[in-house]
C-alpha cells in the first residue's frame, strides 16, 4: 500500500521516544490559534500496540525513575499528558499517593498505553519499518523520503512519504556471539521471557540467568517464586550483583544541563565521562533488588536446599543445545570458564534467559539505502546536531532525527531513560518545526504547509 501524499513526518517506532515525540506536536497545535495546521504526522510501530516492555511485565516489579519525568511534565506541567493528570482521568490519584516511591512497571505501562490512546493522532500498528529510500526530484534534490514497512503477519509492504523521518525505535537486545547459533526456545534474550518462559515445560526447572543488571535480578526472584524447586544458575562475570550509583550528585547526570555539557565534549572526553556514569543505571541492581536476592540466597544457604547457584567471575565460552531421541529440545549445556584461573566446569540447564543488555545502532540498519547522504566523522558515526538531526550532504533536503538512539554523542540520559525524554522531544519538535516554515512552498501550491516559524511560537510549546 502506498500513497501519493507528502507528509510533514513519518516516525519509525510509537513505544515512549516516538509518544513523547507526538505529545510534544499535540501540545503545540492546540496551543495555537484555531485555524492553523496541526502537524501532518503518522507514526509506524511494529507492534500490536504501545505496550511498555511487556514481556517484563513481572508482579513487584517498579521503574527506576521519578513518575514526574513523564511524556510532559519536565517540558510543560500543564499538559493534559502528565503522569499526575493519567492518574486523575484513571480515578487513581489519591490511593497512588499512599503508596510513595516508584510507579509499578504495571502501572507506567499502563500510562504509556493511555498516552497513545490520548494523542489521537495516526498510528499505524503492525508495521516495522524496513528502509528509508531517497526520492530525488527532477533537479537533483532528495526533499523527501519514502519510509517503507511490512506488516509482519502477512508480509504485505507499506509505504508513506514524508519531508522528514524520524527513528524512534530504541536499543536492539544485545546477544553475545558464542550464544548466537543456539538462539531460540532454551536460550532467549529477556525480551522476549515471558512468551518463552510459557512454552518451557512445567517445573521445577534448572535456568540460567546471564548478565548482572537489574533485569537479571528480577527475573531470578521471579523464577525463585515460580516453582520453589526451580535450580537456579546466576551467572556473572564480576564478584556479583553490585548495586546502582545512587548518590545524588552523580545522578544529577540525569539533569537537562548534562546533556549540553556532554554534547559539547569531543570523542574522547565522551567516553571517560560515560565511563563515570554508568553505573547509575547499567550492570548494576537497586537496593530492593539486592537485599531480596540476598535473602534469598542467604536462605538457601541457612535450610541446605541448594536451590541458588551464583557463578562470580565467570563467562559462558561454549553453548550446545541437547536434543531428545525425538528430536525436540531437551536442554543446554554450557561449558564456563572462570575469567582469572581459567578454570572450566560444565552445568546443564532446561534454559538460558540472556539479560544481556541492549545496542545502540549508530546508524539504524533502515537508513542503509540513504547512508551515503548522511555526513559521518572520521570514527564513521553518522554527525548529528545538537537537535538530534543527522547532517546530511548538499542536495539532500529531508529531515533525518535520531530519537532516543543517540546516547554515545547526547549522554546517558538521553536514551532509554525518560529522565529528559520530554526535552529531548521538544527539542527534535522545535527544530523540525523551524525546518517545515523555512521550507514551505508558496501558499497555495501543491502540498502546501504552512507552519508558525519556532520564534514565534508560545513560550510553553
Given at each position: ?72 511534565t519536565p517540558r510543560d506541567p500543564r499538559s493534559r499528558f502528565t503522569f499526575p493528570n493519567y492518574l486523575v482521568s484513571t480515578g487513581r490519584f489519591y490511593p497512588f499517593t499512599l503508596l510513595g516511591g516508584y510507579a509499578s512497571r504495571r502501572e507506567w505501562s499502563a500510562y504509556v498505553e493511555w498516552a497513545a490512546r490520548e494523542i489521537g493522532r495516526p498510528v499505524e500498528y503492525h508495521r ?334
Open positions: 500500500m502506498s500513497s501519493d501524499r507528502v507528509h510533514d513526518l513519518v516516525v519509525a517506532g510509537f513505544g515512549p521516544a516516538g509518544i513523547s515525540l507526538a505529545v510534544a506536536a499535540v501540545d503545540h497545535d492546540e496551543a495555537q490559534p484555531t485555524g492553523l495546521p496541526a502537524l501532518d504526522a503518522v507514526f509506524l510501530e511494529r507492534a500490536a500496540d504501545s505496550a511498555w516492555q511487556p514481556n517484563l511485565m513481572l508482579p513487584g516489579t517498579d521503574i527506576q525513575h521519578h513518575f514526574l519525568r513523564d511524556f510532559a516495522e519499518v524496513i528502509e528509508v529510500l531517497p526520492v530525488p526530484e527532477p533537479d537533483g534534490r532528495v526533499r523527501s523520503v519514502e519510509v517503507v514497512s511490512v506488516d509482519p503477519r502477512d508480509d504485505s509492504h507499506h509505504r508513506h512519504r514524508a519531508r522528514n523521518v524520524a527513528i524512534s525505535t530504541g536499543h536492539q537486545p544485545h546477544v553475545p556471539e558464542v550464544f548466537r547459533p543456539s538462539l531460540g526456545e532454551r536460550v532467549f534474550h529477556a525480551q522476549e521471557l515471558l512468551p518463552r518462559l510459557a512454552l518451557l515445560p512445567d517445573g521445577p526447572l534448572r535456568i540460567a540467568v546471564i548478565g548482572a543488571g537489574q533485569s537479571a535480578g528480577e527475573i531470578l526472584l521471579h523464577l525463585a517464586a515460580a516453582h520453589p524447586d526451580n535450580q537456579l544458575h546466576a551467572l556473572t562475570r564480576n564478584a556479583g550483583f553490585r548495586m546502582y550509583e545512587l548518590g545524588h550528585f552523580s545522578n544529577e547526570v540525569y539533569f537537562p544541563e548534562e546533556t549540553d555539557y556532554f554534547y559539547d565534549l569531543d570523542g574522547s572526553q565522551r567516553e571517560r565521562v560515560f565511563a563515570g556514569a554508568k553505573a547509575t543505571n547499567y550492570a548494576a541492581v537497586d537496593p530492593d533488588v539486592s537485599t531480596a536476592l540476598y535473602q534469598s540466597v542467604y536462605d538457601d544457604r541457612l535450610t541446605g536446599r541448594k536451590r541458588w547457584h551464583i557463578h562470580r567471575r565467570t563467562e559462558v565460552t561454549d553453548v550446545a543445545v541437547r536434543h531428545g531421541s525425538d528430536g525436540t529440545t531437551s536442554g543446554v549445556s554450557l561449558r564456563l570458564t572462570e575469567v582469572n584461573t581459567g578454570a572450566v566446569e560444565t552445568i546443564d540447564v532446561d534454559a538460558v534467559v540472556l539479560s544481556t543488555g541492549f545496542t545502540e545502532p549508530r546508524i539504524p540498519s533502515a537508513l542503509r539505502p540513504i547512508q551515503e547522504y548522511l555526513l559521518t566523522d572520521g570514527a564513521g558515526d553518522p554527525v548529528v546536531t545538537r537537535s538530534h538531526r543527522v547532517e546530511t550532504r548538499d542536495g539532500f533536503e529531508a529531515g533525518v532525527y535520531l530519537n532516543g538512539i543517540t546516547e554515545w554523542r547526547h549522554g546517558i540520559s538521553s536514551a532509554t531513560s525518560f529522565s529528559v525524554m520530554a526535552l529531548k522531544a521538544d527539542t527534535i519538535h522545535r527544530d523540525l518545526r523551524t525546518r517545515l516554515a523555512s521550507r514551505a512552498p508558496a501558499v497555495g501550491s501543491p502540498g502546501t504547509h504552512i507552519e508558525t516559524p519556532a520564534a514565534e511560537a508560545p513560550a510553553n510549546w
